[in-house]
């Protein structure tokens, strides 16, 4: 039997960063400028996990999945940017970081889990749930807004949706390296 890959322990990680930030932030409902450190080590590892599947299906996958993965990074990129310089005090960053990088992210994410689905490499859910990860952290931070306020940093009950799609990723990269022949899939 084949270790993990590097990808399937990233994603497990980054899960568990996300859940620590959503718990935490449940527990202490104010926002607070230490969590936007703490969240680029989930974010950068989601980052990671998404390359590692565009890594297994690039040979089906297409001119969609790169764009989807660039637009993806970038809009990654852009809000890490963005929460370094509200740890800065920097204006100007923080302005383009949201909304900007968040959207970017869930365009990224749509074109990118839209190929995953339509390569068949991995399992086509976790394609679908690529595609939900964005809407997924809205709904729980919504769903949470009774005891945690919506903010745009500081706060990260939401992210537990996208701790739920990268280990939901990871399970699907980890079929994938256990398939005899994942390339016949």
Request: proline residues 7%; positive net charge.
């Amino acid at each position: 039997m084949k270790t993990a890959s590097p990808y399937v322990t990233m994603a497990v990680v980054s899960f568990l960063g996300w859940a620590a930030l959503a718990v935490e932030s449940f527990v202490t409902p104010p926002p607070q400028a230490y969590r936007d450190a703490l969240v680029l080590i989930p974010w950068t590892l989601y980052g990671v996990v998404l390359a590692g599947v565009h890594q297994a299906q690039r040979h089906r996958s297409g001119r969609l999945a790169r764009t989807g993965l660039i637009v993806s990074l970038v809009g990654m990129l852009t809000s890490a940017v963005g929460n370094i310089g509200v740890l800065l005090g920097s204006e100007a960053t923080v302005a383009i970081s949201f909304p900007v990088g968040p959207g970017l992210f869930s365009l990224g994410l749509l074109l990118f889990g839209i190929a995953t689905f339509r390569a068949g490499v991995l399992p086509r859910w976790a394609g679908a749930a690529l595609v939900l990860s964005q809407p997924l952290a809205i709904g729980i931070g919504l769903a949470l807004v009774w005891h945690v306020p919506v903010h745009p940093h500081g706060s990260y009950t939401g992210g537990l949706g996208h701790g739920l799609v990268v280990l939901l990723t990871g399970i699907a990269l980890h079929r994938f390296r256990r398939e005899p022949n994942p390339a016949l899939r």
